[in-house]
């Protein structure tokens, strides 16, 4: 089995909500990714944890605050957003450091709107 | 620094047609590639993966890559385009895992 589910599928929000992007695996995978991916453009790193903990930061503004409870799953809790945040959020994982095998496997996304 | 280049932003080829999709890559250590392919509105998917193991790699729905050091290339190719083929293809290169490199993307278009 290689899915990744994301949840939710779409999400509107107004700029002053808070809301959450919830993304699971259950491949053993011990590094997970967020993404942003805007139209006819190619994924843009986010954040990358590996064992759970927050290896790569690219610089996203702290109106996106990632979370990992367990191995499983990621969280992208969202805040005070703008309307140039709306794009498709991506969620992948890979089995990570230490393993020979770097393919990352990706969920379906979540389409966001901000309004 | 890694990078990835691919030729042409919008391919389209007729239906059983040769499928050939440009990937270079640029990478101061042994890379790692990969192609991706990704349909309207939905996340990406694995096609192949190169990982030294083999120069001609061959991935899922009849589509295969190789891998060409000399050129640094790794172009994509498929014998007979088919409708279901056509969709966005992302070239990836990345050395030790975590920090994906991705080109540009290619859109493909198949027609009837």
């Known amino acids: 089995d290689t899915e990744v589910t994301q949840t939710p599928k779409h999400l509107v929000m107004g700029m002053t909500n808070k809301k959450s992007l919830k993304c699971e695996q259950h491949?053993?995978?011990?590094?997970m990714y967020w993404y942003k991916q805007k139209a006819k453009k190619p994924p843009e790193l986010m954040f990358v944890?590996?064992?759970?903990?927050?290896?790569i930061n690219e610089s996203v503004p702290s109106r996106f605050s990632p979370e990992c409870p367990n191995s499983s799953l990621l969280n992208l809790h969202l805040h005070a957003l703008q309307p140039e945040d709306s794009a498709l959020y991506l969620c992948?994982?890979?089995?990570?450091?230490?393993?020979?095998?770097?393919?990352?496997?990706f969920g379906p996304g979540t389409r966001l709107t901000v309004t | 620094a890694q990078s990835v280049t691919q030729l042409g932003s919008h391919v389209s080829v007729s239906e059983g047609a040769l499928v050939l999709l440009r990937c270079n890559y640029s990478?101061?250590?042994?890379?790692?590639l990969f192609w991706y392919v990704q349909y309207p509105n939905q996340g990406l998917q694995l096609l192949l993966k190169?990982?030294?193991?083999?120069?001609l790699v061959k991935g899922i729905n009849g589509f295969e890559a190789e891998f060409k050091k000399s050129e640094t290339s790794f172009h994509l190719t498929k014998p007979s385009a088919h409708m279901s083929d056509a969709a966005e293809y992302f070239c990836?290169?990345?050395?030790?895992?975590?920090?994906?490199?991705f080109g540009p993307g290619t859109r493909l278009s198949v027609l009837p």
């Open positions: 992948a994982s890979s089995q990570g450091q230490g393993s020979m095998s770097y393919e990352q496997y």
């Open positions: 491949m053993g995978h011990r590094a």
């Open positions: 944890y590996s064992y759970e903990k927050l290896s």
């Open positions: 990478s101061s250590v042994p890379p790692y």
């Open positions: 190169y990982t030294s193991a083999a120069t």
């Open positions: 990836a290169v990345t050395s030790y895992g975590q920090n994906f490199v």
